[in-house]
């Protein structure tokens, strides 16, 4: 008997649903303080693979973002490329999207040069191994509560249309040490875009 589950999906860029053999049993599970992640290897927006073990010595925030055009998960990126000087010299920011990578790279494009590592996750592997929530009641509530903050993102034309992949995903944001080290870890609660606050970020980037 096989040790894999199957999971139905649909290919964000033919719409086509296929089954894929995911993951082994027992392996598919929420992110903890303490944990060692296994390797993530995904392309970059410019199609080249990276490794989360390259990022070793360093302080890491791996996030968990939405869909390639979503307005929050961009207004951070702004926000973060605005003050980024602010951030540590052994700070790295890794985002993964749920999304095809020449959409991905096409949206990123609108940053102009972003100093962070932005990632494509066309088939939900590392969402699905973490337990990245999906929430339609979480996607409501920030349209509800926080939608008024996001015209910044709007205006610098990211919205997420076409959508190429799942809409109803809430960020997760983890911390990483420099020896690989899980040491906090946030799951969003109140709503779709619930973030570490950028306060806490940048402590963490300077070892505080």
């Known amino acids: 008997m096989s040790n894999f589950d199957w999971l139905m999906i649909r290919r964000p860029s033919t719409g086509m649903f296929c089954f894929i053999e995911i993951l082994e049993k027992g392996l598919i599970m929420k992110i903890k303080v303490g944990d060692k992640l296994d390797e993530i290897e995904l392309p970059d927006i410019n199609g080249n693979m990276f490794k989360l073990s390259s990022t070793k010595g360093k302080k890491v925030l791996l996030t968990f973002y939405r869909i390639a055009g979503c307005s929050f998960c961009n207004l951070r990126l702004m926000e973060?490329?605005?003050?980024?000087?602010?951030?540590?010299?052994?700070?790295?920011?890794?985002?993964?999207?749920?999304?095809?990578?020449?959409?991905?790279?096409r949206t990123m494009k609108k940053h102009g040069k972003l100093p962070f590592k932005i990632l494509a996750d066309e088939h939900f592997k590392y969402f699905?191994?973490?337990?990245?929530?999906?929430?339609?009641?979480?996607?409501?509530?920030?349209?509800?509560?926080?939608?008024?903050?996001?015209?910044?993102?709007?205006?610098?034309?990211?919205?997420?249309?076409?959508?190429?992949?799942?809409?109803?995903?809430?960020?997760?944001d983890v911390f990483i040490n420099e020896k690989g080290i899980v040491v906090d870890v946030f799951y969003a609660k109140k709503d779709s875009a619930d973030h570490f606050p950028f306060e806490k970020v940048r402590a963490f980037s300077h070892g505080n």
């Open 128 to 172: 699905e191994k973490y337990e990245v929530e999906r929430s339609m009641g979480k996607v409501f509530l920030a349209m509800l509560f926080k939608s008024h903050k996001i015209f910044p993102a709007i205006f610098k034309g990211f919205i997420p249309m076409p959508i190429k992949g799942f809409f109803d995903i809430a960020v997760t």
């Open 80 to 105: 973060f490329k605005k003050k980024s000087d602010e951030f540590g010299k052994d700070f790295v920011h890794i985002g993964i999207f749920h999304s095809p990578t020449d959409n991905l790279s």
